[in-house]
């Protein structure tokens, strides 16, 4: 069983240098765990919008809870000039969310629809994200033993309560709008804190960008049954680069043939350091006799994903 642990960590290790991405299946998030999660999502994002407007997402980046409309989020890849992300708002996102986190999130508390507007809802969602953190944990697990991190690892570093799951739906939308560029489904851009899963239905359109070519953009397509994990910019950080943040967008689906682009779902969980963990180079991953390897001065995972989200939503 370790024998396999470790080949499992190595092909990981592989994968994140090379691509930042990869596919597992097996992973212990049951396939019947995650269509009831899809059908809650398309369940919440069907509601009037008035009571979707009951668990608001709250003004700002700060508090990043609740239900966002379409167009308030606007994705910036490492933008933080106040002049570049009003100039990158001028086309926002055309996609709507809800998020939460742990349901002990004393810095972050959850903000849910009232009970009797969508009975079940909350339950299943607190339940999911356990599981889901659960997954992160055993990724970690896998990645400590790829660097040799002693016990008891980098999940140590890792409480739930800057975790965060988001329900996404992407509403259908005239294709001409994409290619034009007059709207955006999530532009090019990375993950920022250490690992993302990535749960998404068939339709696709998700696509990373080829590490070799810049500038040019690979199709993910959707596996049965397989969740996406990726490097997010903190674990690259961490990691001295030696894993890859790669960056993603999502455009148009397949060929992208046809008037209408058709709605999508997706559910990503972002795993993110403890809020007062140094985000240093981990062992192995530079040179400790010649400190001037280090790429990064340190930074605290707290300060970073700050200054990260305050250029997702306005004041």
């Known amino acids: 069983m370790e024998k396999e642990r470790e080949r499992v960590a190595k092909q990981i290790d592989t ?7 990869v596919y597992l299946t097996g992973h212990g998030v049951s396939a019947d ?53 009003e100039k990158e708002r001028q086309v926002p996102d055309y996609k709507e969310s809800f998020e939460s986190g742990n349901v002990n999130d004393i810095a972050q508390p959850n ?45 140590s570093t890792h409480a739930e309560s800057l975790f965060q799951l988001r329900l996404l739906h992407y509403p259908a939308m005239p294709a001409e709008e994409l290619r034009d560029h007059t709207r955006a489904r999530i532009n090019a851009h990375s993950d920022f804190g250490t690992l993302t899963l990535l749960f998404q239905d068939a339709v696709g359109g998700l696509e990373i960008e080829d590490p070799h070519a810049p500038g040019v953009f690979r199709a993910v397509p959707p596996v049965e049954d397989a969740v996406l994990v990726n490097v997010g910019d903190l674990l690259a950080r961490w990691s001295n680069d030696r894993w890859r943040s790669s960056v993603h967008r999502v455009g148009l689906p397949g060929e992208g043939g046809g008037e209408m682009v058709p709605e999508r779902y997706s559910i990503p969980f972002f795993a993110t350091a403890d809020m007062d963990t140094v985000i240093d180079a981990l062992p192995g991953c530079w040179d400790e006799a010649d400190p001037e390897s280090k790429k990064y001065e340190p930074v605290t995972a707290w300060g970073y994903v700050q200054m990260r989200m305050a250029a997702l939503y306005e004041g």
């Open 15 to 21: 994968a994140f240098q090379n691509a930042g991405f």
């Open 33 to 85: 765990m995650v269509r009831e999660a899809f059908t809650w999502s398309k369940t919440f994002f069907a509601l009037p919008p008035a009571t979707k407007m009951l668990a608001p997402h709250p003004p700002g980046g700060t508090h990043h809870r609740g239900y966002s409309s379409p167009g308030l989020e606007k994705v910036s890849q490492h933008t933080y000039s106040d002049v570049e992300i």
């Open 111 to 155: 903000i849910w629809l009232p009970e009797q507007e969508l009975p079940g809802f909350r339950p299943f969602m607190e339940e999911y994200f356990t599981v889901c953190a659960g997954l992160v944990h055993r990724v970690l697990h896998a990645l400590s033993l790829a660097l040799d991190v002693p016990a008891p690892g980098l999940g």
